[in-house]
């Protein structure tokens, strides 16, 4: 194990009583100091990974280790993390200086040490003075800082947060994913987010986990993740995309929508069947003779900063395009876009495989094809 690894999971199973695992055969590292994102849609199993390494709950299989320990059995108060719940669950009937000072007050620390401690969480926050206010007379954006500073207050090496921004509006919680990213930064505390939102974990994260029915899907950086979907399910849940199936008929060449088109990907089998996506941000609005695809407008929305425009291709394919032209419903228009602009997946390619491939062609890159 790397030095820098802090957690890790080895073929971690989450079973309850005979239903199918909530997560099934998961692994994966996280390195200390960075921003994790676990994403993916409700159920698919966030929470109970957040659960397994703050020690609320134990694994069916497989094991959890902490700093190259393994902590599979180590109660949750004898773990150096602590959680900021999506409802807070701060104390009603303490005020904000008690809400963070509990911990401390619980492992009986001095009073004066108290006092030291608090005030600073609470400068971390931007809640220097708020120390006398109840939590009802507290807004929501800042019920969540007095819940991240009873978080850091502890100094744990690594904190769970749960949706911790669900709550907020939108204005909101735009503000706070730059105060928390810049906080984590701050910190140097390894942060781990669960959220279902891919534009909060693209914004926020070091790295992210994208997670469907108990497993991880991929996991990288929002670049990776966004540019090199390795499936169907990350490409459709981090991004709007268009996604239609072809086959690859030899590297850098490859077969959709009756045509070939030239592409930048290699690695796969002569013919092998393929999932290709195209970014509607990817594909511009040209003329019929320019355009590699011929569509008619289906329909046009504005959406401030781009143009969102649907076409239908002649076999009947939706083609997403953001633009800043606009286009008029009816008319028929090409949509051009450069190799680059291809994202190739394998059917049922695993993560170690994609890595593996995507490695091979980034050395073919620069060594010249
Ligand atoms: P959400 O975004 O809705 O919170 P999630 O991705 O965090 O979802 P989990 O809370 O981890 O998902 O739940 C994953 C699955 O495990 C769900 O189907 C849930 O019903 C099931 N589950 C969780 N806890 C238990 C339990 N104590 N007993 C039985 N099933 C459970």
């Not at 807070?88 to 004066?112: D, Q, S, T």
């Not at 207050?153 to 749960?162: A, K, R, T």
């Not at 199936?245 to 089998?269: A, N, P």
């Not at 609005?285 to 900063?305: A, N």
Request: some cysteine; aromatic content about 8%; overall charge negative.
């Amino acid at each position: 194990m790397e030095n820098n690894t802090i957690i890790q999971f080895k073929h971690v199973t989450k079973q309850f009583d005979n239903d199918p695992p909530v997560l099934d055969d998961v692994s994966f590292e996280i390195e200390r100091g960075k921003f994790y994102t676990l994403l993916g849609p409700s159920g698919c199993g966030k929470t109970t990974i957040l659960r397994l390494i703050a020690g609320f709950t134990e694994p069916s299989k497989g094991e959890i280790f902490f700093n190259g320990k393994k902590i599979n059995d180590l109660p949750a108060n004898k773990r150096q993390v602590n959680t900021v719940f999506q409802d807070y669950a701060l104390f009603p009937h303490l005020n904000v200086f008690e809400n963070v000072a509990f911990g401390l007050r619980i492992k009986k620390l001095k009073n004066a040490e108290i006092h030291a401690k608090v005030k600073e969480a609470l400068s971390f926050v931007n809640l220097s003075g708020y120390e006398n206010r109840e939590i009802r007379e507290m807004s929501g954006g800042q019920r969540q800082r007095v819940a991240i500073a009873r978080a850091i207050v502890n100094e744990p090496e690594v904190i769970l947060l749960d949706e911790p921004l669900s709550a907020l509006d939108l204005k909101l919680r735009t503000e706070m994913q730059y105060e928390l990213r810049e906080l984590q930064r701050r910190l140097g505390i390894t942060f781990i987010f669960v959220t279902h939102d891919q534009e909060e974990a693209l914004a926020m994260s070091d790295e992210i986990f994208v997670i469907n029915k108990g497993t991880i899907q991929q996991s990288g950086t929002p670049t990776d993740i966004y540019d090199e979907p390795i499936n169907r399910f990350v490409a459709d849940f981090i991004g709007e995309s268009n996604i239609v199936s072809g086959k690859m008929i030899k590297d850098y060449l490859v077969e959709f929508v009756g045509r070939e088109f030239e592409c930048v990907d290699g690695g796969f089998d002569a013919n092998e069947p393929v999932e290709i996506v195209i970014r509607p941000e990817d594909l511009e609005i040209t003329s019929l003779e320019r355009g590699k695809l011929q569509v008619r407008v289906d329909s046009q929305l504005f959406r401030g900063v781009h143009y969102e425009i649907c076409g239908i291709d002649k076999d009947g394919n939706e083609w997403l395009v953001h633009s800043t032209k606009k286009a008029k419903v009816g008319d028929e228009i090409g949509l051009y876009f450069d190799p680059e602009a291809i994202h190739v997946m394998r059917l049922g390619e695993t993560e170690e495989e994609f890595d593996r491939r995507i490695e091979i062609y980034a050395d073919v890159d620069r060594h010249g094809k």
